[in-house]
């Protein structure tokens, strides 16, 4: 994408966002008869040109296995892998290349680090910190060791607008906590977490910090050196790339120190039946084939989201997510979901006397794609008291007008089960 993608006369915040839509080849559809609004976004979302064009290309002209081969298109395809990593470093400003590792996705990432950091530094009466608005991917693999372990796992509170209680954080940082574990941004309520106090807080404990950023990444500029948290974990396919790839960045003297995840080809240095040595960072900690044409196409899609502009993409959201809560919370009946000063990316809201699944149904009789449910963040919903919630989530592709149209099928809807 280059710099004819701004719009003249609009300021450098804006995006041509008509000339975005062009690059995603999904949008131009009908569903039901009416055109597609696609306002899905946390859950995955769509594919620019670009993407879907690098994959077709990878499996048609150099598909082949990667660091083992000597011919022509198996160092081709190594060398678009490597770049792909370079890229991902670029984008979330690694110190080095080898900090990143190609994982299936944030919930790959967050049990990898579980199932290695943890399992090597967490014992029996130790503590591991979540936050009360994860997603299920950053709860249940830290369930999983506490048990394993008979560790405790920790929960910091928030408060009704759905935001951190930091007072309570710092009390809950103990002599025993091991690892804090934390959404950049909450998938169920939008709200953006205070990151580098929260990272400041755990260092003077000398406890680690993961930061879950898979709803952050699509939305706002990620420096992990400027944060300085130990781990960062996110996935493709919410920034625009396939699934099934995604990242975990891991700082170089806490990966150096981490035991293997899983055994397998590519990890390894040598293989006895007496003593395996493993591979360097990052190839120990991807054992087996790796999603080649994924990995390639999560550096298109990174690149294009750099070639669009970091800062443009954000304030593109931010503006979408102002008007959006403006708009859906006038109107009657509708309850928002998470009212943080600080939000990013997802509107989440309840609407009296209609049930969040059948409000997503009559949106899609009017074309009109949004998610419905506990968004895999039931502690969230139980927080609140409610079993579910209606989600709009935004990208670059998204418009006013369409925010309109969800307004318009949000009183249609009120209006059916008045
Ligand atoms: N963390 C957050 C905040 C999410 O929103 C999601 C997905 O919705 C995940 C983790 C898990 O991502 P994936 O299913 O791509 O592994």
Request: glycine residues 8%.
């Amino acid at each position: 994408m280059s710099t004819a993608a701004y719009r003249t006369g609009l300021g450098p915040a804006a995006l041509d966002v008509e000339r975005i839509r062009r690059d995603f080849p999904i949008l131009d559809q009908t569903i039901h008869g009416k055109k597609l609004v696609y306002l899905d976004n946390a859950a995955t979302s769509q594919k620019p040109r670009a993407v879907i064009d690098a994959i077709v290309r990878y499996y048609e002209h150099y598909n082949s296995n990667v660091h083992r081969g000597v011919h022509t298109l198996s160092m081709r395809a190594t060398e678009a892998h490597d770049e792909a990593r370079e890229t991902v470093r670029r984008f979330i400003q690694a110190a080095d290349a080898s900090e990143i590792i190609f994982v299936r996705g944030a919930t790959e990432a967050v049990n990898l680090v579980a199932q290695t950091y943890g399992r090597a530094n967490v014992g029996e009466g130790d503590e591991v910190l979540i936050t009360a608005m994860e997603h299920h991917s950053n709860i249940v693999p830290w369930q999983i060791l506490c048990q394993e372990k008979h560790a405790r796992l920790r929960v910091v509170p928030i408060n009704d607008a759905g935001e951190l209680d930091l007072e309570a954080f710092e009390k809950l940082l103990s002599p025993r906590t091991r690892i804090v574990a934390v959404a950049h941004v909450s998938n169920a309520l939008g709200t953006v977490n205070p990151l580098r106090k929260i990272i400041q807080l755990a260092h003077a404990h000398d406890v680690p910090v993961l930061v879950d950023g898979a709803q952050a990444v699509p939305h706002m500029a990620v420096d992990v050196q400027a944060l300085g948290c130990d781990f960062y974990a996110f996935s493709g396919h919410k920034i625009y790339g396939p699934t099934g790839i995604g990242v975990l960045y891991g700082k170089e003297e806490v990966l150096a120190e981490m035991p293997p995840y899983q055994g397998g080809g590519d990890m390894i240095r040598s293989v006895t039946f007496e003593k395996t040595t493993y591979n360097v960072v990052p190839y120990m900690f991807e054992a087996g084939t790796p999603d080649i044409a994924g990995a390639i196409g999560l550096g298109v899609a990174l690149e294009y989201v750099m070639g669009l502009g970091i800062d443009r993409v954000a304030a593109h959201g931010q503006d979408l997510l102002a008007y959006a809560t403006e708009k859906v919370g006038a109107i009657d009946g509708v309850r928002l979901i998470g009212t943080a000063q600080h939000r990013a990316g997802v509107l989440s809201f309840v609407l009296d006397n209609v049930h969040p699944h059948d409000l997503g149904t009559i949106l899609d009789r009017e074309g009109i794609a949004i998610r419905t449910g506990h968004h895999c963040a039931q502690p969230v919903m139980d927080r609140f008291g409610i079993p579910a919630t209606a989600r709009a989530s935004f990208a670059v592709y998204n418009t006013k007008e369409e925010i309109d149209a969800l307004v318009d099928g949000i009183r249609k809807a009120h209006e059916v089960f008045a």
